[in-house]
């Protein structure tokens, strides 16, 4: 493994010396086994996810700084292993058949390695796959109306009225005119499907030159954050950790109550500096608060610290993100805009807090970025679908104290 898993496997290291546990000992609080934490501390492999880097910095006592210093970390080292893993494939050995027997293995390797991984961070639940777009049908060709058939001469020879051919005339070109006009009317249509051969000419977006990795399960501190769940205190299980966040909120199909924190780690995968020029906010639908009760995830935090962030008041009419100042830790941090720099030896991670005191919104980022003559967006959601924010000042709110068993209807201080 290179320098950068060295440098990861070098701070978990300190992490877990200072904590005082052994690998053993660390391995069975995380229900991991006590060989992939010495592999991962040892830079004999690097996590593909960064859920179990997170853990074992966690129950080693990491603070938020630590682990922002972590991610930043793994992130490089990551890059990476995937380049690292790129190279080995882009290999050129001499014999075929050896190229082939070292590509089936290096695979069955790979697999292994990513299915232990994955098993060891169950609780991030992944998303069902959107549905596959469906092409546009071809639109049916406008038909010629039907020509009368010849009529089958009489013995006695008879010329038609004048009248009768006329009427039929104009009966053909009110057809094909009426015709002509419905198929011009669909093709213009705002609605209307575009033709296959207008959707393969159209030029397509460039691909971005950076990865970004969203993360909106952060939680500013356990008592500030707020989840409405359409579910009685009584079948409610206990408040999870934030690393756990993800998976108690996705079974229970809850959603961020008056207050979202979500973290944007980019980084570019080419050799060029990637310029992140704006972040636009676009609304998918608004309704009324959800339904249900919200229920606060801790008690007795102290005193209430506002976050270094891109502020988005998603009740405005156009919502839109604002730097404001605030800490990182017990670091106070002044107020950044854009642009930012990123590259792939350079990350940035974007902290972005939103809020709505009356409506339920749902919502996704869109990153505007340059490089190398190229430009585009880069959509940010939540692995696929919009964020959704919800209201929760109005709703029945309950609370975990600690050494309680059941949730309890919240008191303030």
């Known amino acids: 493994m290179g320098t950068d898993g060295e440098d990861l496997a070098g701070f978990l290291r300190e992490l877990k010396e200072r904590s005082g546990l052994s690998y053993g000992a660390l391995a069975k609080q995380l229900h991991m086994s006590p060989s992939t934490v010495h592999r991962y501390c040892n830079s004999d492999a690097v996590a593909t996810d960064f859920a179990p880097v997170e853990k074992i910095a966690r129950r080693c006592g990491a603070s938020r700084e630590e682990l922002l210093r972590l991610h930043r970390i793994w992130i490089v080292a990551d890059e990476a292993r995937r380049r690292a893993k790129a190279a080995s494939a882009n290999a050129q050995p001499g014999d075929p058949q050896d190229q082939k027997k070292d590509l089936r293995e290096s695979q069955a390797l790979q697999k292994s390695q990513d299915l232990q991984d994955l098993q060891?961070?169950?609780?991030?639940?992944?998303p069902q796959d959107l549905p596959e777009p469906q092409e546009p049908q071809d639109l049916p060709e406008p038909q010629e109306p039907a020509t009368p058939a010849p009529t089958v001469p009489r013995?006695?020879?008879?010329?038609?009225?004048?009248?009768?051919?006329?009427?039929?005339?104009?009966?053909?070109i009110v057809a094909v005119t009426a015709a002509v006009t419905a198929t011009t009317l669909w093709s213009s249509a705002p609605d209307a499907p575009p033709a296959r051969d207008q959707l393969d000419a159209r030029p397509r977006a460039p691909q971005a030159p950076l990865t970004a990795d969203v993360d909106p399960?952060?939680?500013k501190d356990p008592c500030s954050q707020v989840y409405v769940v359409d579910q009685p205190p009584k079948v409610m299980p206990p408040p999870p950790s934030e690393l756990e966040a993800r998976g108690w909120v996705t079974a229970l199909s809850g959603v961020p109550g008056g207050d979202m924190v979500i973290d944007v780690a980019l980084q570019g995968i080419g050799d060029e500096t990637v310029v992140l020029k704006a972040l636009h906010v676009r609304t998918v639908g608004v309704s009324e608060p959800l339904a249900g009760n919200a229920y606060v995830m801790g008690v007795g935090c102290g005193g209430d610290a506002r976050l270094q962030s891109l502020d988005i008041n998603l009740d405005a009419a156009r919502p839109r993100p604002v730097p404001v100042a605030g800490y990182q830790g017990d670091r106070f941090?002044?107020?950044?805009d854009f642009p930012f720099k990123v590259s792939a030896s350079d990350p940035q991670v974007l902290r972005i807090t939103a809020h709505t005191r009356g409506r339920s919104v749902r919502w996704y980022l869109e990153l505007e970025w340059?490089?190398?003559?190229?430009?585009?967006?880069?959509?940010?959601?939540?692995?696929?679908?919009?964020?959704?924010?919800?209201?929760?000042?109005?709703?029945?709110t309950y609370q975990f104290p600690l050494g309680a068993s059941a949730w309890e209807p919240f008191q303030a201080g």
Do not use: M, N
């Not at 060891?120 to 992944?126: G, I, K």
């Not at 009768?164 to 009966?171: C, K, L, N, Q």
């Not at 941090?333 to 950044?336: E, L, Y």
């Not at 490089?371 to 967006?377: H, M």
């Open 370 to 396: 340059s490089s190398g003559g190229r430009s585009g967006l880069l959509r940010l959601d939540d692995k696929g679908r919009p964020f959704t924010t919800s209201a929760a000042a109005k709703l029945p």
């Open 120 to 126: 060891e961070s169950q609780d991030l639940q992944e």
């Open 155 to 172: 013995p006695r020879r008879r010329r038609w009225p004048l009248a009768a051919a006329a009427a039929a005339a104009i009966a053909l």
């Open 217 to 219: 399960y952060v939680w």
């Open 333 to 336: 941090v002044p107020a950044s």
